[in-house]
């Protein structure tokens, strides 16, 4: 079983400033996947950016980039720049590599970017 | 490519009728997950379907709640009975086959009220 731990409720970050927001997540997997989501006020899910466990290079997609601490079961993401448009819920999910396996979702996290 | 389309986008119902919600998956996609996003919580895994099978139906409630993808036409899920505790935004995400990599293609949910 896996369960995603996203311990900030909201968060707010100045226009083109940068930010993190924290995930820690528990697995008896040896090997799985790692995501964030975007949830923008449209309510669609877009993903962000994915991170293969097996894979010690942390993952980078533009401005959005993650910091994958394996021993610690951390998944934090970084947005860089911020814009208004990052203004949205944001998920952490996993899911294992193995067939038929399911996302599991933390409970997110809303970002606010202030003009 | 219209992406996964899900409809109605909001459906409000009242106590003790049914709701049936539709998704038609990416084109090329032969798999369907279901999700139930609460208020403030993040999205809970429904059912997994294929084509004519269902995969994994752990995460739905034994009574009331039903789920089809039948070989021609939407996935189905469907909800007998409804009640207050019902409501909430159902997710549908499609991929084109098991083991993917690259996370699921969400729709933009549909948003059931019980009145």
């Known amino acids: 079983a896996q369960t995603v731990t996203q311990s900030q409720p909201e968060m707010s970050v100045q226009e083109a400033e940068t930010v993190t927001l924290s995930c820690t997540y528990d697995?008896?997997?040896?090997?799985?996947?790692l995501f964030w989501y975007k949830q923008p006020p449209s309510r669609q899910m877009i993903l962000v950016i994915r991170?293969?466990?097996?894979?010690?290079q942390n993952a980078t997609e533009n401005r959005f980039s993650v910091n994958f601490q394996k021993a610690a079961k951390s998944f934090s993401l970084k947005i860089s720049d911020s814009q208004l448009g990052d203004t949205a819920m944001y998920f952490c999910?996993?899911?294992?590599?193995?067939?038929?396996?399911?996302?599991?979702f933390g409970k997110g996290i809303t970002l606010s970017v202030r003009p | 490519n219209a992406g996964v389309m899900q409809n109605p986008r909001h459906l409000v119902r009242r106590r003790g009728q049914e709701a049936r919600l539709r998704c038609s998956p990416m084109?090329?996609?032969?798999?369907v997950y279901w999700y139930r996003q609460l208020p403030e919580e993040g999205l809970k895994f429904m059912v997994y379907?294929?084509?004519?099978?269902?995969?994994?139906e752990s995460g739905m409630p034994k009574e009331r709640f039903s789920a089809e993808f039948p070989k021609e036409g939407p996935s189905i899920l469907r909800i007998q009975q409804v009640v207050r505790g019902d409501s909430a935004a159902y997710f549908c995400?499609?991929?084109?086959?098991?083991?993917?990599?690259?996370?699921?293609?969400f729709g933009s949910g549909t948003r059931l009220t019980v009145v």
């Open positions: 999910a996993t899911r294992p590599t193995g067939a038929n396996s399911k996302l599991t």
């Open positions: 697995t008896s997997e040896n090997n799985y996947y």
């Open positions: 991170q293969e466990a097996y894979k010690q």
């Open positions: 084109k090329g996609h032969s798999h």
């Open positions: 379907l294929q084509k004519e099978n269902i995969i994994d």
């Open positions: 995400a499609s991929s084109p086959r098991d083991g993917l990599v690259y996370g699921y293609t």
